[in-house]
Every structure is written in structure tokens, then in C-alpha cells.
């Protein structure tokens, strides 16, 4: 065992399928390195364990709440390494914003099992990591999909079917994403509940609008291949009018949309579980990007990140 494990993961933006991919529809999510986390666990001489992060100062024991599923995983790393009595220190230091459909809580499971097998020098493959990540993330979000996830552990864009397809891939297209936070909590188990009881009372147009997200995901992916940021643009105006009549925008949301398109984006959509949380732009360039975000902020947005599509220009958009 080392004195020290460090693991980094990254943010994610599902660019087309959040909540159809709960029921089997096909998705595409694309990591967000920029927005990135780092985990370091530093073991101590005496038996304390304690957790440091922005939100919360304490010992591993009194961890609860919506941190219920990262104590249930640190504590099942400790059993698995044979170390329930290891003293430490585990520290976070993170550009995710919390539930805020950016995939902090997967994002926070990777980087702390990366951490872990790295403090005791133990091999980690992504099925593995994946796999204690999901256990996480049933515990805070009900029956999650796993994209989330899938896409905090991805270098790539990814392609996503449940339980049957995860495909990295390439962009390669110009376009930028703006990432904006309507500073509203979104709450994934809320909402994911909420499609289900929608799903329940209203079986045949609640499964169409699943079907027409799906589909939606399908073209864009087409869309993506084809280098048409336009038509990319149309789907996710499309999605995000399917997510609005699922019940998941929340006025915050439709503000930041309706702004974004009036400034010129070429679409605009929630993303991640909405009631809350952020949307995303797709502008046609880096200043129209600048634009909108500039407009979103005057609009009420928290906070923004501008992302290129296409990862070769990863650093441009760094700013
Ligand atoms: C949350 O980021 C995405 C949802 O589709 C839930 C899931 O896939 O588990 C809303």
C-alpha cells in the first residue's frame, strides 16, 4: 500500500436521450474534461477517517443524506481491501457543481475508486470501475441508467444503449457546447420517478415521446458523422421539447433555452435529469459561443462553461 491514492474524473453532458435511456432508448453523452475532479486519499497514523470536501467536513461515519451512496462505496472499497480500520484523510477538489445534471456524483465515484486502487496499487479495468460506480449510483438515483457513469470514466464522446451498447467514438465537427447552470437544484431521482409515474397514467404518449427521444438520438448521431451542426442544432431542439412535455423542464430552464436561441444558437436543450439543473447551447462557432454565454448569464444562469464538439480543439475553448 502506498501513503497516497489520487483519482481524477471529469463532468459529463448528455448531448441527446437523458430519461428515454432509462427505458432502453439509445443516447449520446460527451465527457467534459475541462470540468474536472481530483480525489486524493492520504493515509493517517491514527484511525480517524475523515472526509474534506466544499460541502462537507466530517468523519466517513457521519457522511449521510445525499452522500449516502459515496459512504455505502468507500466503505465497501475498505472491506474489499481489507482495510475497515485505515486511517485517512480524503480530500476533494472539484469543478463540478452538484446536481446540476453535469454527473457529480458518478464523476465523485470514479475519481474515489481510482483513488483507492492506486493507494493499494491494484489493477482497475473500466468494467470494474463502471461497475462499483453503478452501485453508487443506484443508491443515490434509484434505477440509474448507467451513462453517467460511463461517461465520467470516458475520454471520448460515447454512444449508449442500457445494459447492451457503449460505443466510444470521435467528433469531428466544428461547433462549441455552452454548458449553463440555472443555479435550481435538479434532483435525478426525482425526476426519473416522475417520467415512471407519467409512464404508469399515460402508457401510449409517454411512450412515444421515449421513442421520439430515442430516435432523435439516432439522427443526431447521424448528424455528428455528417458534420451538419444545423440539423444537430433542430434535434436537440426537438429533445428538449419531448423533455418539456415529460414533465422535467422547470421555468428556469425554458428561460435559459428561449434565451439562447434568441442570441443564435443553433439549438438548446436541457441537460441531464432537469426540474433544475442546466441546459446546453450549440453555437456554430467560438464568439457565438462567447455571445450566448454572455446573454445567459444577463438571463439568470449561475455559471458557464463553453466546450468545443470536436475534442482535437479541447484547448481552445479553455479559457
Ligand atoms: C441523468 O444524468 C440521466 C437520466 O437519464 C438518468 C439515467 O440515465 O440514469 C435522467
Not at 264 to 287: E, F, N, P, V
Request: cysteine-free.
Amino acid at each position: 500500500m502506498l501513503n497516497e491514492g489520487i483519482g481524477h474524473s471529469h463532468a459529463k453532458a448528455i448531448l441527446m436521450g437523458e430519461h428515454s435511456v432509462v427505458y432502453g432508448e439509445p443516447a449520446i453523452a460527451l465527457p467534459l474534461k475541462n470540468i474536472d475532479m481530483t480525489v486524493t486519499i492520504t493515509v493517517r497514523s491514527d484511525q480517524q477517517q475523515l472526509i474534506h470536501s466544499k460541502y462537507y467536513e466530517g468523519t466517513l461515519r457521519d457522511l449521510a443524506g445525499s452522500y449516502e451512496g459515496i459512504r455505502q462505496l468507500i466503505m465497501r472499497l475498505l472491506t474489499q481491501f481489507n482495510a475497515n480500520d485505515l486511517g485517512f484523510d480524503l480530500r476533494f477538489a472539484s469543478k463540478i457543481p452538484q446536481e446540476r445534471g453535469m454527473g457529480s456524483s458518478a464523476a465523485t465515484s470514479i475519481a474515489i475508486i481510482r483513488a483507492f486502487y492506486q493507494l493499494f496499487e491494484t489493477k482497475l479495468d473500466t468494467k470494474t470501475l463502471r461497475h462499483l460506480a453503478n452501485i453508487e449510483e443506484s443508491i443515490t438515483h434509484g434505477s440509474p441508467s448507467g451513462i453517467d457513469a460511463a461517461t465520467t470514466s470516458s475520454s471520448d464522446p460515447i454512444f449508449f444503449i442500457k445494459n447492451k451498447e457503449l460505443t466510444p467514438f470521435k467528433i469531428d465537427i466544428p461547433g462549441y457546447l455552452v454548458i449553463a447552470d440555472t443555479g435550481v437544484m435538479g434532483q435525478t431521482g426525482l425526476a426519473v420517478s416522475s417520467v415512471r409515474r407519467l409512464f404508469d397514467e399515460e402508457p401510449s404518449s409517454t411512450r412515444r415521446l421515449i421513442s421520439n427521444l430515442g430516435q432523435a438520438a439516432i439522427e443526431a448521431k447521424q448528424a455528428l458523422q455528417d458534420g451538419d451542426v444545423e440539423q444537430l442544432g433542430d434535434l436537440m431542439n426537438k429533445a428538449h421539447g419531448y423533455l418539456h412535455a415529460l414533465g422535467v423542464s422547470h421555468p428556469h430552464l425554458e428561460t435559459l433555452v428561449k434565451t439562447a436561441l434568441k442570441n443564435g444558437a443553433l439549438g438548446a436543450k436541457l441537460t441531464g435529469s432537469g426540474i433544475g439543473g442546466s441546459i446546453i447551447a450549440l453555437a456554430k462557432d467560438l464568439h457565438d459561443a462567447k455571445r450566448i454565454a454572455k446573454a445567459l448569464i444577463a438571463a439568470g444562469a449561475k455559471e458557464y462553461w463553453i466546450s468545443p464538439l470536436s475534442a482535437d480543439s479541447q484547448a481552445e475553448a479553455t479559457e
